[in-house]
């Protein structure tokens, strides 16, 4: 394992993400290309919600174990981005306005009693990763959000063409984050390029990113095994009306 | 929310396992009737190798915080179950022996390369969830073991009977389990029984079974989803030659 320049680790993330990132699962071609049924929509934001949810919480155990104030202060706009300023700002109020729109009662949602085990246990991984690896691990996991902005371009397109209970309005959260995720991705990338200056550490930082796709990817794998093929719903978990 | 008497709160845990134990999961239909190509016994036999390797893990964080010596020396006995008393030797040994005949290479199994990320956050949550919870939850998960040789001389009939690749040596691991899971489970459930004396804590007894049996779920969902339908392996996973 040799140094790689700052350059060619840049590289090596960009090709994690174009072999591993979820926008290559087939749950997005179904849901993106309009072949979801309400139902399977419904799903994928109710499960999602536990994943939007543990944001912060996972970016405040980040912050908890950071003893440089000026990279606290900056992971500190995660936290705002994710429970606004006020009651109903912010990007998990405007995730339960999608999962409003689709139809799914908020107490149901929040309460978590429909979310898949497979969900819960990638979105967990996630949550302790970052907890429990170097503070370098924990910054480069969140890297993902380099792919993020042409994830949401598709999606939002894919949607609004193809479901008539998809609005505007519905997709809200998505409309703010690309511009989040630039600045983001800007910080964590420059801090893991001037932090990551042996293999090891470079290796670190690379395993990190593949980790990260793994919880994403998983979470898709649960999705389509519970609703898509074969359709085999967890004891306990949501069952659409169309199931 | 009443409080049950020992044999009700039995009853409903004896509940739970009937409508939740992995028993019922369409993937152990498959195995234990024969309906399982080779490289589909592989993956689950590799998959079911990290569960088996984190079992000591798992153990050994709950002895490590029961402040009860004769607790901690009644729990002592999985360890020697599962690490044996020498190399060779324990549950863990004896499933490498599995893997071994189903020719799989013992380094690439035991390196975990090759596992389901859904496999992985499953069991790391088990692992989490006894080192986090109470005693009293932790304790109770384990009680999965309650239900656990119904299924394994099913597996084992059903095994021997359908794959000519499996003998009897390779089922070795299941042999010694069933008296060391009554063993377990006579202690565990009678500490339960006297542990439980609220509502509350019965709940928690309860949801700590419930928690478990989805754990062992989900990992045979990712199985499923990954190497029986629609098969679509996560980048990375092992892929059997006859996938």
């Known amino acids: 394992v040799k140094l790689l320049s700052s350059e060619e680790l840049e590289t090596a993330l960009r090709d994690i993400g174009a072999r591993r990132y979820h926008r ?24 999602r919600y536990y ?13 908890a174990r950071c003893h440089d104030p000026a990279v606290r202060r900056e992971w500190r706009s995660r936290l705002v981005d ?26 149901y949602v929040t ?38 902005p042409v994830i949401i371009s598709e999606r939002m397109t894919g949607m609004l063409a193809n479901y008539d209970f998809v609005t505007r309005e519905t997709l809200s959260y998505f409309d703010v984050r690309p511009p ?11 801090y893991v390029k001037l932090n990551a200056r042996t293999p090891e550490r470079q290796q670190a930082v690379l395993g990190a990113l593949e980790f990260k796709c793994d919880v994403l990817w998983a979470m898709l ?21 169309d199931h």
Chains 1, 2 share one sequence.
């Open 180 to 190: 989040q995720a630039r600045r983001d991705v800007d910080f964590a990338l420059n």
């Open 82 to 107: 994710h429970d606004g300023e006020r009651e109903g700002d912010g990007g998990i109020a405007r995730w339960l306005k999608l999962t409003d729109s689709l139809g799914l009662e908020r107490d």
């Open 51 to 63: 994943y939007q949810a543990m944001i912060p919480i996972k970016d405040a155990s980040l912050i």
């Open 111 to 148: 309460s978590l009693r429909g979310l898949l085990p497979g969900t819960r246990f990638a979105v967990d991984a996630y949550v302790h990763f970052v907890g429990e690896k170097t503070l370098l691990e924990a910054i480069a996991s969140s890297l993902t959000e380099m792919f993020s």
């Open 24 to 47: 290559l699962h087939p749950f997005h071609g179904l849901l993106h290309g309009g072949k979801c049924t309400k139902g399977q929509v419904q799903a994928w934001a109710l499960n």
């Open 221 to 241: 794998d649960a999705l389509y095994h519970a609703y898509v093929a074969p359709k085999q719903v967890p004891p306990g978990a949501f069952v659409p009306e």
